[in-house]
C-alpha cells in the first residue's frame, strides 16, 4: 500500500508493508464409471478454503532498507488501533491515516457432471452440469476442514450444457 505522505527519503511515499499468516486447504475429486461401453459417467469436484489475516504493518525507512519500521512497536514514536470493523487508524507523530481492513477468508467450489451416451459408432450425446460457487468474508480466521465443506454451500452458479454429434457417412 501506498500513501502520499511520506519523508523526503522515500520522495514523499510512504510504502506500507505487512506480514500475512495464510493458510489454504483443498482437494481434487475425479470419479468415471463406465455403465455400459456406451454410457459412461464423469465426476469432478474440486473444494477450496483460504485465509489470511494481515499483522505487524510498518514502513521502510530509507530506500534499499530491510529494517522495517513496525506500527506500534516501542522506540517507533507510532501507535497503531485496530477497529471492530478490521481497519488499522496509524498515528505517526502528527500524522493519522487508516489502513482498511485485508484480512480475508474465501472459499470455492468447481464441480462437473458429464453423462456421455454414443448410442451410435460416432454419434454421441452429452448431458454437462456444471457449478461454480464463491464466498468471502473478512473474517480472517485460519480455515479447517469445515471450510472445505462449507464451500459446497456457499452461493454459486449452475450450468447445463447438451451437446449432441452425429456421424454422417459420405460414400
Not at 504493518?57 to 530491510?66: D, I, Q, V
Not at 482498511?100 to 451416451?117: E, G, I, K, M
Amino acid at each position: 500500500m501506498t500513501r502520499a505522505d511520506g519523508t523526503p527519503t522515500t520522495y514523499g511515499q510512504r510504502y506500507i508493508f505487512g506480514f500475512i499468516e495464510r493458510s489454504t486447504l483443498s482437494a481434487r475429486f475425479r470419479l468415471n464409471y463406465a455403465l455400459t461401453p456406451n454410457f459412461t459417467v464423469e465426476a469432478y469436484a474440486e473444494p477450496f478454503a483460504a485465509s489470511g489475516r494481515y499483522y505487524d504493518f510498518g514502513e521502510l525507512p530509507a530506500p534499499r532498507s530491510r529494517a522495517l519500521r513496525t506500527y506500534g512497536a516501542s522506540g517507533t514514536g507510532t501507535t497503531i488501533v485496530k477497529d471492530s470493523t478490521g481497519a488499522s487508524t496509524v498515528t505517526d507523530g502528527a500524522t493519522t491515516f487508516t489502513i482498511p481492513p485485508l484480512d480475508f477468508n474465501r472459499l470455492s467450489f468447481r464441480s462437473n457432471l458429464v453423462l456421455r451416451w454414443e448410442w451410435l459408432p460416432g454419434s454421441t450425446a452429452y448431458l454437462i452440469w456444471q457449478q461454480s460457487r464463491q464466498g468471502q468474508s473478512p473474517a480472517g480466521q485460519l480455515v479447517g476442514a469445515r471450510d472445505v465443506w462449507n464451500s459446497t454451500q456457499t452461493a454459486g452458479d449452475n450450468f447445463f450444457v447438451v451437446k449432441v454429434s452425429y456421424w454422417l457417412g459420405v460414400n
